[in-house]
């Protein structure tokens, strides 16, 4: 039976956690994921999770110990932000290129310096090419919708790679929501029991993570490559899975008042909120504005952009994380990319903000689609615009 409660969305991912009967948790707390890795714990210790819990010296470390359950088959769980996030780095392309389906939540975090502790997306741009599945989120129910969903597509035979489930650290991570957590018949149900299909043992030993001269390393990244890209159908097969069984939609696009709409604004993450609210207003007073939504950052999903922006004049992107030297915000970067070859396509005006856990107001996103309206109209000697900062 499903229960609606009140509850800090880093407790609900926990809980979460649990109704998905993870075996091993392996973590160190940063801010702002600790609440969630703390919970795990009071959870392990009062026995209503029955799984390993690692404490270990680093976010390396974590992420290491990570990487020998899930070889060994266990189901696999972790969590970090930020600077750990960097920390994890190196073993990030190696959990992705030894195909494990490790679950991490990234509570995302501005990267140091100066030092922030607070929310911004820095911190998952430098890891976009590490070859992890990556989902943004925009509210604590989408948080722990996708945990569930993370840990059944990772797992899945044809796809076999870790995921991130994004979510913005203190906008969501700390705030307590209406959270619907079903029970843990419901969720057994719709997840499988992992059995990864070959698994470390001492009686049938097998080799991962082996040395590749040249003349076989280009093919491996290429099978790594396509392995990504053809997770999506099932990534797609697991969120209408989920919506038959539990009432709730996913999309790796998803719009708001965008059909017919000839300018449309771009976000992702849990500012997507705001800026739905301040399309509301921005229609009632006459404008003609919608809003485009990514939830699935990784593997890029380039025809469901494409499909959304056909017969659009104008897209604003907005980034919350700033590429330093280059042409500004790295989503945008790769919306351009994106839509090169496409013809027509719309003018495309980027914006930075919202950085270091800066808000963004309903007023400040009215600003944004209007300063972005004005600058396809007339043109701009600038790569981006940056929000509200002062010169």
Known sequence: ?????????????????????????????????????????????????????ITVESEHSAMSACLGSAAAGARTYTATASQGLELMQETLYVASGMRLPIVMTVA????????????????????????????????????????????RIAENRNVLLPVMVHMDGFHLSHVIEPILLSDEEQVRAFLPVNNYP??????????????????????????????????KKVILEVWDAFAKEFGRQYKPVETYC??????????????????MTSIDKMRADGLDIGLVKLRLWRPFPFEELR?????????????????????????????????????????????????????????????????????AKSGSDKEFQIFGVRE
């Open 1 to 53: 039976m499903t229960k609606r409660v009140g509850m800090e969305v880093s407790v609900a991912i926990a809980e979460a956690v649990k109704l998905a009967d993870a075996d091993v948790v392996a973590v160190y707390p940063i801010t702002p994921q600790t609440h969630i890795v703390e919970h795990l714990a009071e959870l392990v210790v009062s026995g209503e999770l029955d799984a390993e819990y």
């Open 108 to 151: 995302n975090r501005a990267v140091s310096a100066p030092l922030s502790i607070w929310g911004d997306h820095s911190d998952v741009m430098t890891v976009r090419d590490t070859g992890w599945i990556q989902i943004f989120n925009e509210n604590g129910q989408e948080v722990v919708d996708n945990t569930i969903c993370a840990f």
């Open 198 to 231: 070959l698994p470390l043992h001492p009686s049938k030993p097998v080799a991962m993570g082996d040395f590749a001269p040249p003349f076989i390393y280009t093919e491996a990244k290429w099978a790594h490559e396509q392995a990504l890209r053809n997770s």
């Open 258 to 275: 965008a059909e017919g709409a000839k300018t449309l604004l771009f976000t992702m993450g849990s500012f997507s909120e705001t800026a």
């Open 307 to 375: 499909d959304v922006v056909k017969g659009v004049d104008t897209l604003i992107v907005l980034d919350r994380a700033l590429s330093t030297g280059g042409p500004g915000g790295p989503v945008c970067s790769e919306i351009r990319s994106a839509f090169y070859n496409l013809n027509p396509r719309p003018q495309i005006v980027s914006f930075v903000g919202g950085l270091g856990g800066r808000d963004i107001t309903i007023e400040g996103f009215e600003s944004i689609v209007r300063s972005g309206m004005e600058i």
